[in-house]
């Protein structure tokens, strides 16, 4: 297409899906690059600068070639880019179930409502804790999912609070994810426990399998 536009490509491959109640699944995961926040436990810093720009349709036909009809589309922060939206509207057509996991700093809502949101919430200890866009709760239904990553048990009592504030755990599903390196899994899934709620541990499947190495 001539005039079709372009999104700023990370990376793209072929993987189980590492996080979320679709962890386990195979799944196309398209990394675009740049991201408004530097969280101080992200594991993508990569996906800050290295680009390559690619037309829709070419990244369409890159997806086809998989042979999966699981994409999630994710970053760097997605929403960052204007083609995102127009992305995930094209995989839709195209009858591909479509994922996109986001900082939540940006509006969700101009993201098309079948789209399965993964929307991260700040907590303080990622250093970007008041980056989250509360008005996105809104836009946020049974099928998205909420993530905490939490770095102590300060940042895991302040997610608590705000399940507990906003009913969230009643609405849909939320992932706890212990920070690597900060938090050990098994002290995460005993204050789940004693939270009361109905928090889903979230690790890292693609680390368990294949440590840092990347697009895996
Ligand atoms: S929002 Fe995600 S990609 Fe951006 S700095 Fe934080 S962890 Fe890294």
New binding site residues.
Partial sequence: MAHDITVMLNEIFFSLQGESSWQGLPCVLVRLTG?????G?????Y??QEVREIRLGEIVKEIGKFGCRLVEIT???PLAQPGTVLLARRLLRLGYTVMVET?G?FDISMLPDSVIKIA?I?TPG?G?GKSFRWDNLKHLNKKDEIKF?VTSRADFDWAVRHVKKHGLADKLTVNISPAAGTVSETDAAKWILESGYPLRLNLQLHRILWGDKRAV
């Avoid at 991201?35 to 969280?39: D, K, Q, V």
């Avoid at 436990?41 to 810093?45: A, H, I, N, S, V």
Wanted: overall charge negative; hydrophobic content about 20%.
């Fill in positions: 991201c408004n926040l530097r969280c436990y992200c594991d993508t810093p996906a800050y970053g760097g922060e900082n700093s991260d700040k990622s970007a990553v």
